[in-house]
T-cell receptor, first 111, second 113 residues
C-alpha cells in the first residue's frame, strides 16, 4: 500500500530562516515523488517533482530511498512562501497513476 | 489556454440525494482525475478517466461513478449521498497518461445535510 506521512501540520518560521518540510513515504517499488503547494485562495499546483531535479522558487527536495524521505527545503524563507504544502507519491508500475497525498503542512513565514 | 474549470463551486444536498459535479479539462489534456478532500486532509484519489474509459480507481464505493466525454470533459456522480461525502471535490487534468504534472481545478465544495 502507498502511504505519505507529513509529520508537521503546522510550521512557523521567520523570514530569512531556513525551512524544511518533512515527508516520509511507504511504497514497495520505485515511486515518483512530488510537492504540491496551495497558496491562499488559489488552486493546488505542482511545485516540483523529484525526477526533474529542479529548484523551483528556491525550493529543493532530494529523494532519500534509504530513509524513504522526500523533504522540501529552502535556505531562506520568504513571506510569500506561506502556504499549504502537500507531499504526494505515485507508483510507476503498471497503470497505477493515482497520486497519494499526505495530509499537508501549513507553512507560515513571519516578517 | 484555459485551465481546469469545475462547476458548481458550492452545493448543498440532503442525505440520500444524488449529485453530479462537472469538470472541463485544460485545453489539450485528455486525462481527467477526481479527488476528494475532506477537511484537514490531503486529496484522496477517486478515479481517473482516459479516452472515455475508467483508468484506475481508488478505495471508493460504486455509488461514486464518472464519465468522460469526447471533448475530454468529465462528470463525477455520487448516489445515495451520506454525511461523510461532505468535502471539496477536485478535478485534475493532464496529458499524456502517465504525466503526473496535473492541473487542478478550484474544486466543488459539497455539503450534505
Amino acid at each position: 500500500a502507498q502511504r505519505v506521512t507529513q509529520p508537521e501540520k503546522l510550521l512557523s518560521v521567520f523570514k530569512g530562516a531556513p525551512v524544511e518540510l518533512k515527508c516520509n513515504y511507504s511504497y514497495s517499488g520505485s515511486p515518483e515523488l512530488f510537492w504540491y503547494v496551495q497558496y491562499s485562495r488559489q488552486r493546488l499546483q505542482l511545485l516540483l517533482r523529484h525526477i526533474s531535479r529542479e529548484s523551483i522558487k528556491g525550493f529543493t527536495a532530494d529523494l532519500n530511498k534509504g530513509e524513504t524521505s522526500f523533504h522540501l527545503k529552502k535556505p531562506f524563507a520568504q513571506e510569500e512562501d506561506s502556504a499549504m504544502y502537500y507531499c504526494a507519491l505515485s507508483g510507476t508500475a503498471g497503470s497505477n497513476y493515482k497520486l497519494t497525498f499526505g495530509k499537508g503542512t501549513l507553512l507560515t513565514v513571519n516578517p | 489556454e484555459t485551465g481546469v474549470t469545475q462547476s458548481p463551486t458550492h452545493l448543498i444536498k440532503t442525505r440520500g440525494q444524488q449529485v453530479t459535479l462537472r469538470c472541463s479539462s485544460q485545453s489539450g489534456h485528455n486525462t481527467v482525475s477526481w479527488y476528494q478532500q475532506a477537511l484537514g486532509q490531503g486529496p484522496q484519489f477517486i478515479f481517473q478517466y482516459y479516452r472515455e474509459e475508467e483508468n484506475g480507481r481508488g478505495n471508493f464505493p460504486p455509488r461514486f461513478s464518472g464519465l468522460q466525454f469526447p471533448n475530454y470533459s468529465s462528470e463525477l456522480n455520487v448516489n445515495a449521498l451520506e454525511l461523510d461525502d461532505s468535502a471539496l471535490y477536485l478535478c485534475a487534468s493532464s496529458f499524456p497518461v502517465g504525466d503526473y504534472g496535473y492541473t487542478f481545478g478550484s474544486g466543488t465544495r459539497l455539503t450534505v445535510v
